[in-house]
């Protein structure tokens, strides 16, 4: 009997557009390996487009949008009681081949202390890289991995990063052993910053292999507004800071929100009144939820299958 050896989880909402190009790569993939799609109470007809088209794809639909973190908790809990070796995270815009995913599994197999691997993302034309990995990889990747792509030769086989976001992740199990899942203060955006940060408390590692590719169609998606809504950006940064594990003690709480709200103060002193509402908004809205951020993060100081059980 084969063993389990790759489970991959792609949240769905409303993904009617993308399912060609995302599940359509897995029609020929190796009998151990599963797929399943997590939808979060998708309005369009993509689950029943899975299902009719894709029938080797495990479908899971939510009564309600669970946001991004808790969705793929679902299939990380699966993935970690099946006894899967791996989990492949795939957002369901984006696309990787199986080659490249088993070269992938390979490299996590030789490099076990990289807890979550990711490829190259390039964008949805394949002709470019993403324009927010580009931003990544050259503000918090080693210079290393710009300079060798810049002379063509690169001289590593997996670089190390202090982010990646999760459209393409290889996470092993040992990482769900002792990581766990996502964080259920974040809703939506900022739980892989955290989830990172996670990772590195624990003394392990994230890594780019620059010889892999994967593609992620973005460029042309409309923008979120939760995403890039100036009050909404603060908010979330603001949950990443309180919620990093290396920001422990309640001094270093009471100093990130005190120096947001001087951060507040100046801006309505310096009459920039959106960006000052925009930090108001970041405290007010996090002050009801420090109990729970602090107890989550003290949980996943933990080592185990935090936020899973």
């Known amino acids: 009997m084969q063993n389990k050896e790759l489970c991959i989880i792609v949240v769905t909402y409303n993904a009617s557009k993308w399912i060609d190009k995302c599940f359509g790569e897995f029609v020929d993939m190796p009998a151990n390996w599963q797929i399943l799609a997590i939808d979060n109470n998708s309005d369009d007809n993509c689950v029943e487009l899975i299902n009719k088209k894709y029938p080797f794809v495990k479908t899971i639909k939510n009564n309600k949008n669970l946001g991004f973190g808790m969705a793929n908790n679902i299939g990380l809990k699966f993935a970690l009681e099946k006894g899967f070796e791996h989990v492949f995270l795939l957002n369901q815009d984006a696309w990787i081949s199986v080659e490249n995913l088993k070269k992938l599994i390979t490299i996590q197999k030789q490099h076990p202390n990289y807890y979550i691997l990711s490829p190259i993302h390039c964008n949805g034309s394949t002709d470019e890289l993403d324009k927010g990995f580009f931003n990544y990889a050259k503000t918090l990747t080693e210079p290393a991995l710009v300079e060798d792509a810049i002379l063509g030769t690169f001289k590593k086989e997996v670089y190390d990063t202090k982010f ?143 936020f899973l059980n």
């Open 164 to 306: 990646v976001n999760a459209a393409l992740w290889l996470i092993s199990k040992e990482c769900l052993n002792i990581i766990g899942g996502f964080s259920p203060v974040f809703y939506h955006y900022g739980e892989d910053s955290n989830y990172i940060h996670r990772v590195i408390y624990h003394n392990k590692k994230i890594g780019i292999v620059p010889n892999i590719m994967g593609f992620h169609k973005r460029n042309n998606r409309p923008p979120s507004k939760i995403f890039h809504v100036q009050k909404q950006i603060q908010y979330r940064e603001l949950l990443i800071k309180l919620s990093n594990p290396q920001n422990d003690s309640i001094i270093k709480q009471l100093k990130i929100l005190t120096k947001t709200v001087l951060y507040s103060l100046k801006y309505i002193l310096g009459l920039k009144l959106v960006k000052s509402y925009s930090y108001c908004y970041a405290i007010l809205k996090a002050l009801p939820k420090i109990k729970e951020i602090n107890k989550n993060r003290k949980l996943s100081k933990n080592k185990g299958a935090c």
